[in-house]
């Protein structure tokens, strides 16, 4: 079954990145164990998330929450971010401009102006009202935005946006940039080539892999398209995260201006950022 061994190849490449990465051992034998498990399934894995969706797939053996996101994404959209990103070839925008009613100029808007990356980050968006604040989209537009993205998504549970399981503390992703920063500075870091922005595939972008409590992370400098222009790949620091229920990511950046001048600062939690502060005083 062909579509099973595609799937249990990304799997395997997903493992012998992370291997190569210096990744946590354990993470590394799950993806193994999960492709092996794909390979020796009597029938289309597609079939049983058709029939099941997530539920289906997380009750394989081998196949927790983590996996089987990844599985999923694979059949419904025909991608697996985490292997993207550890190629060096994500592009937030071209993602966001995938979806019906987006394209591509609207997409640049949402990542600019809202900080959204990811599929998940815009459904949450097109729920919690700040889609709506951005010019240019009305409601029959909305709609139809979040209707492709339940089903890109192939939803069983509500949207990101009510979720029990809020993000990892401000310091604990602070504590993850320093990290990557400093190795990345003493040259500790395996460096990856990425695909985009490199004519000359040079391996310049350092990658991290390190764990905090239950969350196993991922960290690299920005390689969008704004950073280069901005001037900002050395600077931006992009940081995955995943517990095992949900994958998020956050992007952590050098104020250039207000109360948090100076700092290294989490995009998208300023507020709660300078309240910490000032209740520190």
């Known amino acids: 079954m062909f579509i099973n061994l ?3 190849g990304q799997l395997d490449e997903v493992a012998a990145l992370l291997d190569a990465q210096g990744a946590n051992p354990f993470r590394v034998r799950a993806y193994r164990r999960a492709a092996d498990t794909l390979r020796r399934l009597p029938r289309p ?8 969706g997530l539920d289906g797939l997380e009750a394989l053996p081998d196949v927790g929450e983590t996996i089987a996101r990844a599985i999923r994404d694979v059949l ?23 979806v019906p009613g987006i394209g591509r100029a609207f997409a640049d808007r949402l990542y600019r102006e809202l900080g959204i990356e990811t599929l998940e980050e815009l459904e949450a968006a097109a729920h919690d009202g700040r889609l709506e604040q ?9 709609a139809g935005v979040r209707d492709s993205l339940a089903h890109r998504l192939a939803r069983v549970r509500p949207p990101a946006v009510a ?30 080539a990425p695909r985009r922005f490199n004519p000359s595939h040079e391996a310049w972008l350092p990658i991290l892999h390190t ?15 704004l950073a280069h222009q901005l ?4 600077d931006w620091v992009v940081i995955y995260w995943d517990d095992g229920r949900s994958e998020r990511q956050g992007t952590v ?25 000032a209740g520190d005083r």
Do not use: C
């Open 253 to 277: 950046v050098t104020a250039e201006r207000g109360p948090l001048k100076g700092r290294r600062i989490v995009r998208g939690r300023e507020r709660e950022m300078v309240e910490g502060i």
């Open 163 to 192: 979720s029990p399981h809020g993000p990892p503390p401000v310091a604990e992703i602070l504590d993850v940039d320093r990290e990557y920063r400093d190795k990345a500075a003493a040259g500790q870091l395996t460096t990856i």
């Open 45 to 52: 894995v597609s079939e049983i998330f058709d029939e099941q």
């Open 6 to 8: 595609d799937v249990a």
């Open 231 to 234: 001037g900002r790949t050395h």
């Open 134 to 142: 951005v010019a240019g989209i009305g409601r029959k537009r909305l």
């Open 76 to 98: 419904t959209h025909g991608r697996l971010g985490i292997l993207e990103r550890l190629r060096g070839e994500s592009d937030p925008v071209k993602l966001l401009a995938s």
């Open 211 to 225: 764990q905090r409590g239950d969350h196993h992370y991922t960290a690299l400098f920005s390689n969008t398209a």
